[in-house]
């Protein structure tokens, strides 16, 4: 059974920075395309940032491009986003994703992707 369980968000000031992390068991994750995405208060979900499985190709939503960073650590099966610069606008619910079932061109989509994790709050504050 695969289980994804985030955590690192809280509330910051604008300009701050914050480190998620995203726990998985049951996959071996550097077998398997994953990604983070946000859901901002009264929006849809969006794809924030992904990692490809065979090369760690990255791909980013132009939103966060310089100021967002994803990674992985394979022998923890851990995969982290690190959030610099944060803004108002980065107030979210963040999500980790596994298990990626689409052409890597449409990797920050949402349902391009089988597994995820329950989220964790970002709170941004001006």
């Known amino acids: 059974q695969v289980q994804l369980v985030e955590s690192g968000g809280g509330s910051v000031q604008s300009g701050g920075s914050l480190s998620l992390s995203c726990a998985a068991s049951?996959?071996?994750?550097?077998?398997?395309?994953m990604a983070w995405f946000r859901q901002p208060p009264g929006k849809e979900r969006e794809g924030v940032a992904a990692?490809?499985?065979?090369?760690?190709?990255?791909s980013y939503a132009d939103s966060v491009k310089g100021r967002f960073t994803i990674s992985r650590d394979s022998t923890k099966s851990t995969l982290s986003l690190q959030m610099n610069s944060l803004k108002p606008e980065d107030t979210a619910t963040y999500y980790c994703?596994?298990?990626?079932?689409?052409?890597?061109?449409?990797?920050?989509?949402?349902?391009?992707?089988?597994?995820w994790g329950q989220g964790t709050q970002v709170t941004v504050s001006s």
């Open positions: 994703a596994a298990v990626f079932t689409g052409p890597w061109s449409s990797v920050l989509r949402a349902g391009t992707f089988k597994y």
């Open positions: 049951g996959i071996t994750i550097r077998s398997y395309s």
């Open positions: 990692i490809r499985s065979d090369d760690g190709t990255t």
